[in-house]
C-alpha cells in the first residue's frame, strides 16, 4: 500500500475517533444541555435534604432549569445548606419561590422543585410593604419591609440568593411511622373496650 | 526434593522481578525516545494504520454488536419496571464507563498486541534488529517507540468508535425493533450522563489500557526468545498478560473514579 493511501486511512481514523468523542460530548452527555459556568448560584437551607444527591435537577414548571451543585451541613442552624446553579438564561424567577424536594416516581431520584410565589415583581413587593406600613406592623416588621423594598430593586433570585420558604424531602421510613402510630393511637382511643378484653385473654 | 523445590521457586521469582525490571527500563527508554518520533512521523502513521485503523473493523462490528445486545436485554429488564425509557442511559452508562474501555482493550490486545508481538519478536528472530544495532540505530526508537506511542494513540480513539457505535446499535434495537420513544431515549441519556465524570473517565480509562497492552506487547517482542517457538510463546504471553491487565487494571480505576 502506497504512503498516500495509509495516511487518507489514518486520516480518517482519527476524524472518526474525534466524531465519536464529540457525538459522545454532544448526544450522549449533558455537556450541549448544560454547559459549566454559566449561570447564577443561589442557596436555600432544608431541614432533611436526604436523598438528594450532587447533580441532581433543580426544576420549575417540570423543565429543568439548573443543578445541585452542593449539599452540606450547616453547624449554625444545624440544617442541610444545599447549593443550586441556576442556568443563564432562566433570571427572571421570582425572589419569593419556594423550593420542595420531590421525587420522581415512586422509587425515582429526588429533585428539587421550585415554585414562583405570589408576588415576586417589584409592583408587588411595593404594594406589600405599603400594606405592611398601612397595617402599622411592629419595629421588626417594618425593617423587613424596608429590606424587602430594598430587594426589589430586582426581584428576581440572583447570584447568593437564598430561598426562604423549604420543604423537605418525603421520607418513606417517617411516613410510615407516623402513620403506624396515628394507626396505634386511634385504635387505642376507638377499641378503649376491646383493649381490656384483648389483655384478658 | 524439598531444597530443590524452594530453589525452583526462588528461581522463578527472581525471573518476574527480572523481567518486570527489564519491562521498566524498556518503557524507560522508549518515553526517552519520544523525541525521536518527529523525525520518523511517517514511521508513526504507518503505526497508526496497521495498529489502529486495521483494527477499526473489529472495532466497530462489534461494538455493534455489543450495543445491540446491551439494548436487547436492558429492554427486557426495565420493561418489567415499567421503565423501559431508561434504555439510553443504561446502554450509553454501560458503555461509556466500562464495556467500552474495556472489551474494546480486550480485543486491541488480541488483534494488534499479538500482532506486534509477533512482528518484534520475529525481527528479533531473523537478527534485523541486531543489525539496525550495528548500523548504530537504536532498536528501540527506530521499531519499539513508533509502534508503542502508536498504540497509546489510538486506543482512545477506538474505544471512542465502539462507544459510540455500541449506543447507534442499541438505539436501533430499542428505539427501532421494540418501540421505546425516540426522544426519551436520547434525553435520559443526557440528563444522566455526565460529560467529565463518565465520558472523559472512560477515555483516561482507555488511555491507560492503551498504555499498559502496548507495553505488554512490545515488550514481550522484545524479550522474546529468538526462535520460533519462542516468538509463538511470546505472542501468548501478549494476550493472556495483558487481557489480565486490562481486567485488573480495570477495576482499580472504577474504584477510584467511581468509588466514592
Known amino acids: ?110 429533585y428539587i422543585g421550585l415554585e414562583p410565589g405570589a408576588g415576586g415583581g417589584c409592583e408587588d413587593a411595593d404594594l406589600e410593604a405599603e400594606l405592611e406600613a398601612e397595617l402599622g406592623g411592629g419595629g421588626p416588621a417594618d425593617a423587613g419591609a424596608g429590606e424587602d423594598a430594598g430587594d426589589c430593586q430586582s426581584g428576581y433570585l440572583k447570584e447568593g440568593s437564598v430561598i426562604k420558604l423549604t420543604q423537605d424531602s418525603l421520607v418513606l421510613e417517617k411516613l410510615i411511622g407516623q402513620f403506624v402510630s396515628q394507626f396505634l393511637t386511634s385504635k387505642e382511643e376507638g377499641g378503649g373496650d376491646a383493649a381490656p378484653q384483648g389483655g384478658a385473654q | 526434593m524439598i531444597l530443590a523445590t524452594l530453589q525452583h521457586l526462588g528461581q522463578r521469582g527472581m525471573q518476574v522481578f527480572e523481567r518486570l525490571g527489564r519491562a521498566s527500563i524498556l518503557l524507560s527508554r522508549i518515553l526517552g525516545g519520544i523525541h525521536t518520533l518527529v523525525p520518523r512521523f511517517s514511521l508513526f502513521i504507518h503505526q497508526i494504520h496497521s495498529v489502529g485503523v486495521l483494527s477499526l473493523v473489529i472495532i466497530v462490528v462489534s461494538g455493534v454488536f455489543v450495543g445491540m445486545v446491551l439494548g436487547l436485554q436492558g429492554y427486557n429488564t426495565l420493561v418489567d419496571f415499567g421503565a423501559e ?90 428505539v427501532g425493533l421494540l418501540g421505546v420513544d425516540d426522544g426519551a431515549y436520547w434525553s435520559q441519556m443526557q440528563a444522566k450522563v455526565d460529560f467529565y465524570d463518565d465520558i472523559m473517565n472512560g477515555v483516561i480509562k482507555s488511555i491507560a489500557f492503551g498504555w499498559v497492552v502496548t507495553w505488554i506487547a512490545v515488550f514481550e517482542g522484545y524479550d522474546a526468545v529468538p526462535t520460533s517457538e519462542g516468538v509463538s510463546r511470546a505472542t501468548t504471553r501478549t494476550v493472556v498478560y495483558s487481557s489480565l491487565a486490562v481486567l485488573g487494571l480495570d477495576f482499580i480505576l472504577t474504584a477510584l473514579m467511581f468509588g466514592d
Do not use: C
Open chain 2, 85 to 174: 425509557e431508561s434504555l439510553g442511559v443504561v446502554v450509553s452508562l454501560s458503555l461509556v464507563r466500562e464495556l467500552g474501555p474495556v472489551v474494546s482493550a480486550l480485543l486491541f490486545a488480541g488483534r494488534a498486541g499479538s500482532a506486534l508481538t509477533a512482528e518484534i519478536g520475529l525481527m528479533k528472530a531473523t537478527e534485523q534488529l541486531s543489525a539496525m544495532e550495528m548500523m548504530a540505530v537504536d532498536p528501540v526508537h527506530r521499531v519499539l517507540a513508533p509502534r508503542f506511542f502508536a498504540g497509546l494513540f489510538s486506543m482512545p480513539l477506538l474505544a471512542a468508535i465502539f462507544s459510540a457505535v455500541g449506543v447507534l446499535g442499541g438505539f436501533f434495537v430499542g
Open chain 1, 1 to 110: 500500500m502506497t504512503t498516500r493511501t495509509t495516511e487518507i486511512w489514518v486520516g480518517i481514523f482519527v476524524a472518526a475517533g474525534l466524531a465519536s468523542l464529540f457525538m459522545l460530548a454532544m448526544k450522549v452527555s449533558n455537556l450541549s444541555a448544560f454547559s459549566g459556568d454559566e449561570g447564577y448560584t443561589i442557596y436555600a437551607r432544608f431541614e432533611d435534604a436526604s436523598g438528594l444527591k450532587v447533580r441532581s435537577p433543580v426544576t420549575m414548571g417540570g423543565v429543568r432549569i439548573g443543578r445541585v451543585t452542593d449539599i452540606r451541613f450547616d453547624p449554625q442552624q444545624l440544617v442541610a445548606m444545599v447549593t443550586m446553579r441556576i442556568e443563564k438564561q432562566y433570571d427572571t424567577l421570582p425572589v419569593d419561590s419556594s423550593a420542595s424536594i420531590y421525587t420522581a416516581g415512586l422509587l425515582g431520584e429526588k
